[in-house]
């Protein structure tokens, strides 16, 4: 079974930086489409950002275009999201999930495989 795993979250000031990484426990990435979501307290999770299997499709959410990015080094078999000018609104548990996809999706239902999230509080 895929385990994946996720790490970099913490707290920063509004306007700050973050890197998340999700890696797996066992077994490689390669074949497997990766999303990032998050959930808020109280609210329904949502998609952030996925990338495709080779790394050639990435998809947004519009709430973070322009200052997320997702990446991919299958060479170390992990994949990153860099997160800039955060706000108080990206305050969420991220998690990232992989599923084998012919495109990348943002929507929480293809994903078979989840990390357990970690925690990202924006806040001065």
């Known amino acids: 079974q895929l385990q994946l795993v996720e790490s970099g979250g913490g707290l920063v000031q509004p306007g700050g930086s973050l890197r998340l990484s999700c890696a797996p426990a066992?077994?490689?990435?390669?074949?497997?489409?990766i999303g990032w979501f998050r959930q808020a307290p109280g609210k329904e999770r949502e998609g952030v950002s996925c990338?495709?299997?080779?790394?050639?499709?990435?998809n947004y959410a519009d709430s973070v275009k322009g200052r997320f990015t997702i990446s991919r080094d299958n060479a170390k078999n992990t994949v990153y999201l860099q997160m800039n000018r955060l706000t108080t609104e990206d305050t969420a548990v991220y998690y990232c999930?992989?599923?084998?996809?012919?495109?990348?999706?943002?929507?929480?239902?293809?994903?078979?495989?989840w990390g357990q999230g970690i925690q990202v509080t924006v806040s001065s």
């Open positions: 999930a992989a599923e084998i996809l012919p495109i990348c999706r943002i929507e929480p239902s293809p994903y078979t495989y």
């Open positions: 066992r077994y490689s990435l390669d074949y497997y489409a």
């Open positions: 990338i495709s299997s080779s790394g050639s499709s990435t």
